[in-house]
């Protein structure tokens, strides 16, 4: 709103034609000409000039004029009498003299970026010439660690080497040991000489590392060439046998005598069969023996175990890792192996669709006996062997198609009829779960399904009810080595304690 002294004349009452009061200045000097006259505006006197005009009405007329040039000239003092944008000057400090400035710097703590030079020395004059180049060590020695997955060549070119060097090096180590068996970890000595100039790769001047347990290998360069020196490391791998008393826990009775967790686990995996774990006494007595390799320079290395014995209530069993038909499993001293029972079945998710017995016949139309049971399952599923045994028929067989028979250890005998396809021959061994054949319905079969018979001493038996129970046997020749190889392990000095130099076998397969 807008407000002056004489507002009382605002054109609040009434209607009428409104006119402007002539002796009046600006928009208040309003007064309704037909109403009765309120009051009478105050006159002004020549001499009294209204400085703050209103530039909204009126344009154009002499008082409206001199109210744009009184703005335009308050605007102007303004602009003349305002500080402006420059800085206002502060203390400056007095401008040194070029060698007093040289000695500040010198000394003076600042910003690198505003050229600092600090630190309590003369900074440099003219007369020091600055440096093209630094000169080179002559020779570096480094050592580098190999990686999973690594390269010896691959290694060398990141160590430095120039990939020529690389190369050679990888093939001259190459014809000691196979660069695939230098595990992953091993540690490589690297020796890089003197070069010309920057602009090409150190020459590999000498290479050492230990590329198996029992051979170290070094490269040198003579004369100019690389040359590979072997030097094999005497490995004592007598096995280690450990003997002594249950005590309280057969587990931290082994494991202080010196076997690895892992053998004590394969100790009681072993074992287990043969004594019930939970029965052990503390005045049992264990026996273990397990591969050990001790080096001359003093690294030991543990593997399996290869022997395990416990002494039971006064009944000793002794067990020995042998491989019999292709399968590592624990033979007792008499070279009976471990006894296994059940078998699986041949289809896996199949649905018995026919059981054993007298039934009516689909195809022939009469009842006879079914001999097996019926698995059906969709035409290309696997059918695997029952369990372990040697095939004994592989071929057409009348109404159940293409047949596979297996002869199982303990009289037993497996049949999978209706095959689309086998996969052995007769004479061959399969292994419990071994691929033999896919479903199909070959020879009198409505459907894709496997027909599966046990026989127990050539006569079918119900499978349902069908126990297995195998045990391997070693024999002849076989056992005549399996009695040696006990022997040998049970008469071993206990601890292992075998003289390093007195069974060393320098092994030169390098
Ligand atoms: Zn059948």
New binding site residues.
Partial sequence: MYQRENQEFGSGTGGGAVALAPATFGRAGLVEATGPALEAPRRRSWGEVDLVVDLGVRLGSPEWFRGLATLGGMLAALWYVAPGFTPLPGNVPAKLAPARFDEMRAIGVAPAAYGADSGRRLAATDRAEPLTSTPERPRLDLVATIGLGDGIARMLEREGASSADAAQAASLVAEAVPLSDIAGGTKLAITLGRRPNREVARPLDGLSFRARFDLALSLERVNGALVLNRQPIAVDDTPMRLTGDVGDSLYRSERSAGATPSVVADYIRAVAPHVDIGDISPFDRYDLVFEHKRAATGEVQTGRLLYAGITHGGKQTRLLRWTLDGREQWFDAAGAGERREGFSMPVSGARMT?NFGMRFHPILGFSRM?????LAAPYGTPIVAASDGVVRFAGWHGG?GNFVQIAHAGGMGTGY??MSRYVVRPGQSVRQGQLIGYVGSTGL?TGP?C???VYRGGHPINPATARFAMTSQIAGDALKRFRATLARLTALPLGGRAEVAASAKASSRG
């Fill in positions: 026919s079914h001999q097996g049971i019926d159940h009829g209706h079969s399904h027909h599966f018979e």
